[in-house]
């Protein structure tokens, strides 16, 4: 059974606080609360909240500040709707907070039926985002069982994108042509005794337990993604790397594949067609040139300059980006980003 929505609740006045968790709980939800952003961001160390509901003005840390270091810090919750509290009216207060990335104001004093009316349709929006697994990662998984039926995987070869196939047990199927050249050099991943490995500790850990939970995922028969930062010894440099459990190939047999594992290549040898991506996954133009900077390997702030934007802009345009692709983790946009297309090269 799903337990019910938790809602964190951020404002200093203490009375309006309690009767906005009293209406919330009778309304059956779940609830956290919290005086101002810093004891807001200490809750959110041991919980996850669903949505949160934030006032503007408040000491030690205000809701501009809150939604700013959510945005930035905590990418786990980029999906979270955000909610303001506010006596504030001017239009200008309300762009600010749009531009930051808030979904939605209330007005004080509060109108509870309205607050409840807007709690429940930013759920129920975060809901149908997190339901379209029938999207861009299904097609790619039926993509892939037509490849490994028709013993095509070869074809696989033409993507400058790496693509190593697992079966029941972890072991490598097929390592696509990108895949094999990353694991020759040895500076993000290795191919050892069969399965496929990270060459820093950290990363080699979170990879290996994403591919165990794939499979699992994979047998029980339904789909799971997680993405990983890989790192390379020498330098700062990462790439990622996107688990993928395939139950629709897996079926009885322990030989089929069961996890594909797609891997991004290093920043300099990516290449993402701009007007591909918008078409896929229907961008505008500055969600297109953000993305693909992201892709590219570009920090937020690199990106900005880049871009010739402020560093909310960014964020701004990243938040669209996770509700279109359905993500909620920067490393799953960019993997996503990176296997959509599937970065088909002409020969």
């Not at 200093?12 to 101002?36: H, K, M, N």
Request: aromatic share 4%; hydrophobic share 50%.
């Amino acid at each position: 059974m799903t337990a019910p929505a938790l809602i964190l609740v951020v404002e200093d006045e203490a009375a309006l606080r309690s009767d906005i968790v009293e209406e919330l709980q009778e309304a059956g939800y779940r609830t956290l609360a919290a005086p101002d952003g810093a004891a807001a961001l200490a809750l959110l160390v041991d919980a996850a909240p669903d949505l949160v509901l934030c006032d503007i003005t408040m000491p030690e840390l205000d809701g501009y500040g809150l939604l700013s270091a959510l945005r930035a810090d905590w990418p786990e919750l980029a999906a979270t709707p955000f909610v303001f509290l506010t006596a504030l009216s001017e239009p200008r207060d309300m762009v600010e907070g749009k531009l930051m990335g808030a979904d939605d104001y209330l007005v004080k004093p509060v109108d509870y039926d309205l607050m409840l009316a807007t709690v429940a349709a930013r759920l129920r929006q975060v809901a149908r985002i997190r339901e379209s697994d029938g999207g861009e990662i299904a097609r790619l998984r039926e993509a892939l069982f037509g490849l490994s039926q028709d013993g095509a995987e070869r074809a696989l070869d033409l993507i400058a994108l790496g693509v190593v196939l697992l079966d029941g047990g972890g072991r490598v199927l097929h390592v696509n042509y990108t895949a094999r050249s990353m694991a020759d050099a040895r500076e993000f991943v290795t191919l050892r005794q069969g399965t496929v490995r990270a060459t820093i500790a950290p990363g080699d850990g979170a990879l290996r337990d994403a591919i165990s939970e794939a499979l699992d995922a994979a047998r029980a028969g339904s789909g799971k993604i997680t993405g990983v930062m890989l790192e390379r010894a020498t330098d700062a440099l990462t790439v990622s790397a996107l688990v993928c459990a395939l139950p629709e190939t897996c079926g009885t047999s322990e030989t089929l594949p069961h996890v594909a594992v797609f891997l991004s290549p290093p920043a300099q040898e990516r290449r993402v067609s701009a007007p591909l991506l918008a078409d896929l996954f229907g961008l505008t133009p500055t969600e297109t040139r953000v993305a693909a900077a992201l892709a590219a390997g570009a920090r937020p702030a690199d990106a900005a300059a880049e871009l010739g934007v402020s560093q909310t802009t960014i964020a701004f345009h990243t938040r669209n980006l996770f509700q279109k692709t359905g993500t909620n983790r920067q490393t799953d946009l960019v993997a996503l980003i990176l296997v959509g297309p599937m970065m088909i090269e002409p020969v």
